[in-house]
């Protein structure tokens, strides 16, 4: 099956949980390109993709050449190391993985420094798994600081659900993030904007996502079919 297939298929599926729930806020697709080579990326473009993720800085700068479209939206979705912030800043349009207020605070300086303000998300660790990065969801505190940074425009809340199956664990995961964004928009400090995205939802629990509010769902897989084992 081609991309465009699964494109469609993805987006059917995506407005058939929104008709049945009646939900009207927007989903936007990111494709998971990591791994993937620059031909797919542009293969997404074609296919009306206008967002891409990729989680490796290092790989990110050996595909991201001056060919892509600029109004392709080039999205850091992984782990971010903070030797690596330079080099991201300048590669991507938005940082997505926001984990901890010292990430924040280093991501700030650095953007001032560069006289430029970096669109962010903040990840939560929703499941509370130990393996994972993100803010605890208790740490409401130390999430509305970030909103006080300069260089930094906070846009709103990612998350990754709970590994496996289990409907129910991640329905409850996704529900927490959803509660804790309504949270922050009543408690965010006086003139900052509002948080608008929800970046939750992956190939495998993209439909629950949408359900719960979704506004971006990161698909690899089931878009652009196995990944290339690195």
Known sequence: MSIKDRLKNIQDRIEKEKISNGIYQKTEIIAVTKTHPLLTIKECYDCGVRSIGENKVQEASEKFTPTLPTDLKKRFIGHLQTNKINKCINLFDTIDSIDTARLAKKISKRSNLLEKTTPVLLEINTTNEPQKQGFPLKQIEEIL?????????????????????????????????????????????????????????MSGDYKIAVQEGSTQVRIGTALLGSRTKQ
């Open 145 to 201: 600081k970030c909103f006080e940074l300069t260089g930094l425009a906070v846009q709103g809340l990612m998350t990754v659900g709970p590994r496996g199956q289990n409907e129910k664990l991640t329905r409850k995961s996704f529900n927490q993030l959803k509660s804790l964004f309504i949270d922050i928009n009543r408690q965010r400090p006086d003139g900052y904007k509002k948080l608008t995205e929800l970046s939750m939802g």
